[in-house]
T-cell receptor, first 112, second 117 residues
Framework: NAGVTQTPKFQVLKTGQSMTLQCAQD?????MYWYRQDPGMGLRLIYY???????DKGEVPNGYNVSRLNKREFSLRLESAAPSQTSVYFC???????????FGDGTRLSIL | AQTVTQSQPEMSVQEAETVTLSCTYD???????LFWYKQPPSRQMILVIR??????QNATENRFSVNFQKAAKSFSLKISDSQLGDAAMYFC??????????????FGTGTRLTIIP
């Protein structure tokens, strides 16, 4: 099925460890996004990529880096994980102007 | 910066009844889009409905409809004939359309809807 695939679905890290969350889409969309979802706070944008080769910071970029590897793949890296980064992470993609975003199933990340 | 406010953290409705979820937003733009997303316990984010700000007609999708009041910056979701499968978190979201390439979604904090059998 066409869509957005995130790996892994669950992960537990220790403080200070590094980790890369992977996202791949087969919808041929230009724009890709990373969000985090915390209880009572909705989804907040971490980074986004309007097209292959470009990335920009969102609302909460500190502690994260991203790579737009090609049109299909957009990864999110935690270089030194902190307990405050415990969250559910969503990748999303869309065709552009005004179009709805399509989301992956999320990655639940716990940092001890 | 745009903000989206959902003032009802939780709502409940009897099965087969109608419920309205509230959403207000703040923006200085005239061209934008509004969305309602549903998040069931499975954690998936599912698009429910989309509204274009320059269209006065309220969007509808089967049992789901919106009341879009542009001047009041209000965008409520009405669910008719509520079903058990409608139980979920509902998120209102705003998207600016005037800054091409920078059209990120801003989400509200969500409303948890419970359906009472």
């Amino acid at each position: 099925n066409a869509g957005v695939t995130q790996t892994p679905k669950f992960q537990v890290l220790k403080t200070g460890q590094s980790m890369t969350l992977q996202c791949a889409q087969d919808m041929n969309h230009n724009s890709m996004y990373w969000y985090r979802q915390d209880p009572g706070m909705g989804l907040r944008l971490i980074y986004y990529s309007a097209s292959e080769g470009t990335t920009d910071k969102g609302e909460v970029p500190n502690g994260y880096n991203v790579s737009r590897l090609n049109k299909r793949e957009f990864s999110l890296r935690l270089e030194s994980a902190a307990p405050s980064q415990t969250s559910v992470y969503f990748c999303a993609t869309d065709r552009g102007r005004g179009q709805p975003q399509h989301f992956g199933d999320g990655t639940r990340l716990s940092i001890l | 910066a745009q903000t989206v406010t959902q003032s009802q953290p939780e709502m409940s409705v009897q099965e087969a009844e109608t419920v309205t979820l509230s959403c207000t937003y703040d923006t200085s733009e005239s061209d934008y889009y509004l969305f309602w997303y549903k998040q069931p316990p499975s954690r998936q984010m599912i698009l429910v409905i989309r509204q274009e700000a320059y269209k006065q007609q309220n969007a509808t999708e089967n049992r789901f409809s919106v009341n879009f009041q542009k001047a009041a910056k209000s965008f409520s979701l009405k669910i008719s004939d509520s079903q058990l499968g409608d139980a979920a978190m509902y998120f209102c979201a705003y998207r600016d359309a005037s800054n091409f390439g920078n059209e990120k979604l801003t989400f509200g904090t969500g409303t948890r809807l419970t359906i009472i059998p």
